[in-house]
């Protein structure tokens, strides 16, 4: 079984600013992907980006980027620039290569302050 | 297409009713799975299909819970004699089995609610 930690329940940041949001996992398989997912009030959950764990090299999607250190099995969230659009629960993970199910942190209620 | 769809969105019921979920994934995708939701947690897994098969059940889908995919595209969640603590948010999801990560494509969700 994996578990995943989001230590931080609520983060705000102020429009236009960055942002990192912290998550650190815990698993015994070698071969692994790390997701973010948003999801925004009573919306459903989406996409941000994807991390392959063999890769060193950190992803980056647009204004979302990612710190991953794997020795640390540790995998923050950047958000640059941040936008009110951003305001969401915000949910970190981990899946095996061969596994068949995602398991979620707790997840961390981002606000966006205008 | 339009991504991963459930009906209906919300359902009240009361305490002993039985309640059944719908979820049409994305057409080219032959995996689904469900997942509940918890206010202030993340999605648990409860199950998931490879085409018709069911091939993985959590702990959590005790013997009133059961989930079919009769032809391998939509997929039902049936809870029998609901309690209280099955008020969730009951997420289904999409992949294509070869996927790099398994990405899943998830839907908006069932919340339920039992009086």
């Known amino acids: 079984a994996q578990t995943v930690t989001q230590s931080q329940p609520e983060m705000s940041v102020q429009e236009a600013e960055t942002v990192t949001l912290s998550c650190t996992y815990d698993t015994s398989e070698s071969d692994y992907y790390l997701f973010w997912y948003k999801q925004p009030p009573s919306r459903q959950m989406i996409l941000v980006i994807r991390q392959e764990a063999y890769k060193q090299q950190n992803a980056t999607e647009n204004r979302f980027s990612v710190n991953f250190q794997k020795a640390a099995k540790s995998f923050s969230l950047k958000i640059s620039d941040s936008q009110l659009g951003d305001a969401a629960m915000y949910f970190c993970?981990?899946?095996?290569?061969?596994?068949?199910?995602?398991?979620f942190g707790t997840g961390t209620s981002l606000t966006v302050i205008p | 297409d339009t991504g991963v769809s459930q009906d209906p969105r919300h359902k009240i019921t009361k305490r002993g009713q039985n309640v059944t979920f719908r979820c049409d994934p994305i057409s080219e995708h032959n995996r689904l799975y469900w997942y509940r939701q918890t206010l202030g947690q993340g999605p648990e897994f409860l199950t998931y299909f490879q085409n018709e098969a069911q091939l993985e059940k959590s702990r959590l889908l005790s013997d009133r819970f059961s989930a079919e995919r009769p032809k391998g595209s939509f997929s039902t969640l049936e809870i029998q004699r609901t309690e209280q603590g099955d008020s969730a948010m009951y997420l289904c999801?999409?992949?294509?089995?070869?996927?790099?990560?398994?990405?899943?494509?998830f839907g908006p969700g069932t919340r339920l609610t039992v009086l």
């Open positions: 993970a981990p899946s095996p290569e061969t596994g068949n199910q995602f398991y």
């Open positions: 999801a999409s992949s294509l089995a070869g996927t790099p990560g398994n990405e899943q494509f």
